[in-house]
């Protein structure tokens, strides 16, 4: 007797019973029975149950797929290494803040004594002062957009927190390149909205504060802190953390901007509190334009005998 033909993998030449519901016929309210179960949220599949998903014990769950998403497309695209910048988001290009100090003084004319009208032209001056450091950040991400595929081992790239402002600066200047940069941002109380420079295959929506921090640190080759307020901080604070205690290997941390960065920051205090070491005051250091920023990366790497860049490209920086 000859064997069997192979069976089709999914088609049958008779369907099992359970491929058609119960007909109305054998009984009237099978139907409407049949539609409660299929509609019922017991009858999802689990990984397409998003009020399950969304319960205090998916939680676990939750975090494996916050990091999972971003870690596999990273390695997909090849991103060995990044340049982390942070910054603040209210510190926009020149133009814009020249913009705000000149419509302040606006509204100051018609109410000269007003002090709340006075505090605020002050502070739009102190933004449009600070509105150099956009320059410089875009001037950074111009720098390593131009390195993004000599780097060893991999491509290295910009990653911000994909807000605007400095971040915004940072992820343009890869863009002007023509080069990929990445973004995390991270879901909040109100809508928020990506700068339009991150590439959009890199731009990421992390519901975990902790799981975005994993991605910021894992692969970064240096961090580069301009001036910013509370969210910059605590990045800045974290790894500097994670460097004292060597969680982490020491990296470059680089702050942008001295004369900020002394009124804001006093590690030579904590020194001299004795609530740090000296050796923790060495885990950064200041600079003011981004092409010191990046010899200072550049040269780092090839003190330690491990170059970031190829042979060939890492002479003069581009």
Known sequence: MANPPPAHPTR???????????????DPTAPAAVRAILNSPSY?????????????????????LDYAKAERVLQDYGV???????GGTRIPEGRVAQQAVEACRAALQGDPQNATLQHRL?????????????????????????????????????????????M??????????GARSAGLNIVL??????NPYVTPELCFLFHYFAIRKLHFVKRARALVVFPGGYGTLDELFEVLALAQTRKIGPLPVILVGEAYWRRVFNPDALVEEGVIDPEDR??????????????????WYEAIGQPLLTPETAGPNP
């Open 44 to 64: 999802r599949e689990a990984d397409r149950d998003v009020d399950f998903l969304a319960r205090d014990e998916t939680r676990g769950v939750r975090l494996l």
């Open 168 to 177: 915004e600066a940072a992820n343009r200047g890869a863009h002007d390149q």
């Open 122 to 166: 002050a502070i739009a001056q102190r933004v449009l002062a600070n509105s150099r450091y956009y320059d410089e950040a875009r001037a950074l991400g111009r720098l390593i957009g131009a390195a993004g595929q000599r780097a060893r081992g991999g491509r290295v790239v910009v990653m911000t927190g994909g807000g605007p402002g400095i």
């Open 12 to 26: 049958r030449q008779r369907p099992l019973p359970g491929q058609r519901p119960k007909p109305p016929e054998e």
């Open 80 to 86: 060995a290494h990044t340049i982390v910048v942070f």
């Open 282 to 299: 060495e885990l950064f250091w200041f600079a003011e334009t981004a092409e010191a920023v990046w010899r200072d990366i550049l040269g």
């Open 189 to 194: 109380p109100h809508e928020q909205y990506p």
